[in-house]
């Protein structure tokens, strides 16, 4: 059985959705940050300080062929793995779901989490409506979209378990 790959933008609910789908399908359920996270032992924040945004890139895509050819394992990835073409190669020819919400819904969610390395700005809301409006087209692209504004996680999981089940 092949691995589901969750994208969207941070707060999307990938985690969420990603733990619910995994007891659902009795697969595994890996978040690739917190594999990165594990492995520098160091917080995301705390690797954009020390060593930027473009060496969290590459471990990204590090972490994404390394986890490529795992079985039965639902991967949340992070917000931005889509930018690199490399990942958005990985990503499309795997079963890949965009988890799809407004950026109203998803500021709701993180406006408080000081972990988001990108918001730590004078005006979190502005620098990630832009960062979340210059994404929105990648993450377009994919073919599985499933809507999670005002729907529950027991919805969006039954969603992707459907889509998940007829490609098989």
Not at 35 to 53: A, H, R
């Amino acid at each position: 059985m092949s691995n589901i790959f969750l994208i969207g933008f941070m707060g999307a609910g990938k985690t969420t959705i990603g733990f619910l789908l995994a007891k659902k399908l009795n697969f595994n359920f890996e978040d690739t940050d917190q594999m990165i996270v594990q492995e520098e032992c160091k917080e995301i924040v705390e690797i954009f300080e020390s060593k930027g945004e473009d060496y969290f890139r590459d471990l990204e895509t590090k972490k994404l062929l390394e986890i490529e050819d795992y079985k039965k394992t639902i991967f949340a990835t992070g917000g931005g793995i889509v930018l690199r073409q490399q990942n958005r190669e990985i990503l499309k020819r795997n079963f890949s779901v965009y988890l799809k919400a407004s950026y109203q819904t998803i500021f709701e969610r993180i406006k408080d989490d000081n972990t988001r390395p990108l918001l730590n700005t004078q005006d979190p809301y502005s620098t990630g409506l832009k960062i979340f409006e210059s994404r929105e087209d990648i993450y377009d692209s994919f073919d599985f979209i499933v809507d999670t504004d005002n729907v529950s996680p027991a919805l969006i999981v039954d969603e992707i378990y459907s889509l998940y089940k007829k490609q098989k």
